[in-house]
Structure formats: C-alpha cells, structure tokens
C-alpha cells in the first residue's frame, strides 16, 4: 500500500485533476491510496468532487480549521504530512511555487510542504503563463526546492488558456503519471531492502 498526496494549486491546469487521479488509481501493481489538497484557487477549477471514494479523500483549507476545536484534536496539515509517502504538487502555480521557494505557510498545502519530512519524495509539475515562467524568479524558485531534494517534472510547451504559446503548460498527465509510478517502484524496491 502507498499513500500519495496530490495536491492542486490556483493554475488552470487543475482541470486536469480528474485524469491525473484516474491515473494515479489505474496502477494496479501496487494498491495506492490518494489524498487530494486542494488551494482556495485551486477549488476553483473543479466542478464538483465525483471522484471521491473509499481510496480517494478531498480535503481544502475549510477541513484545516473545523478539523481542530481544542487541545489535543488532529492538526490536520501534520496528520497528512505523515500519512504521505510520496507528496505530488500537480500544479504547482507560479504563486504556490514562490511561497514554498520561500517557506511561507499559509494554506493547507503549503503548511504540509513546510512540515514534509524531506527524506520522503516530493514531486512538483509547474504550470503557468509562458511570462510568468520565463521571470527570472521562476528558475530561481525552482533551483531552491531541487536543492532540497526535490524532483520537478518540467513545463512543456503549448498555446496556454490564455492564448499565448510558449513555455509554462503542466507536464501532459501520462508523464506524471509514469513519473509517480516509478517513485512507487523504487519506494517499494527500497522498502524490501
Ligand atoms: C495560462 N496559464 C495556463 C497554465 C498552464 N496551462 C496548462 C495547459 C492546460 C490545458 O492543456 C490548462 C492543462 O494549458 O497547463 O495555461 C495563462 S495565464
């Protein structure tokens, strides 16, 4: 069993949660289970939730605060931060990727990315306006978090939702779904050692 958390962020390449669920889940090697975190911005983009079952969870900022009441409940971003095995920010929008480069925790998200235990793999998809990619900060926020450990599966290039073409679309949902598969390969090779 792998536990991935897979977590979506204000780029409209969140429309792509359904597929990349359904991919995650199609594997049938390993038995996997998925929690999704969703932005604020990120809600945004979905419709509705029909995806949620007995593998899959949905959780937003509003879980965060009416999951804790009192001293001794559940902090919510440290239970998901330790149930993860692997933690999948898929997309990771220019925005999300700035507060991680910087440590900010200001959302469900980025609190579990400021309290992920970094021996554990975290993979992040950029996904963002080929402007906003092609600002020197972007490679500079991306250096920071590959300097951690970090793996990213980089943007290619595409005509946006906004009309430009260029640089900044999200990784196509089949490369990181292979991508994922493999880290559960190499998780499970380690974890028989
Ligand atoms: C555009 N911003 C974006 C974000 C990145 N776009 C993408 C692709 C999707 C469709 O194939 C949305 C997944 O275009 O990743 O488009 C302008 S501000």
Not at 2 to 22: E, R
Request: proline fraction near 4%.
């Amino acid at each position: 069993m792998v536990n991935v958390l897979l977590g979506c962020t204000g780029s409209v390449a969140t429309i792509k949660l359904p597929l990349l669920l359904q991919g995650i889940l199609d594997q049938n090697e390993t038995e996997v289970k998925v929690n999704v975190v969703l932005t604020r911005r990120g809600e945004h983009f979905i419709n509705s939730l029909p995806f949620s079952s007995e593998n899959v969870k949905v959780f937003t900022d509003e879980d965060e605060w009416s999951s804790w009441e009192k001293r001794g409940d559940p902090v919510l971003h440290i239970e998901l931060a330790k149930w993860a095995d692997i933690f999948v920010i898929a997309p990771l929008s220019a925005n999300s990727l700035a507060k991680l480069a910087n440590g900010l925790c200001d959302n469900l998200l980025t609190c579990i990315a400021r309290a992920w235990d970094q021996s554990k793999p975290l993979i992040f998809c950029p996904a963002m306006n080929t402007k906003m990619y092609e600002h020197v900060l972007t490679k500079e926020h991306i250096d920071k978090l590959l300097s951690w450990g970090y793996k990213c599966i980089p943007v290619i290039e595409k005509t946006l939702m906004c009309g430009d073409t260029g640089l900044g679309a999200m990784a196509e949902v089949d490369t990181i779904v292979e991508y994922i598969k493999n880290v559960i390969k190499e998780k499970k090779l380690y974890k028989n050692v």
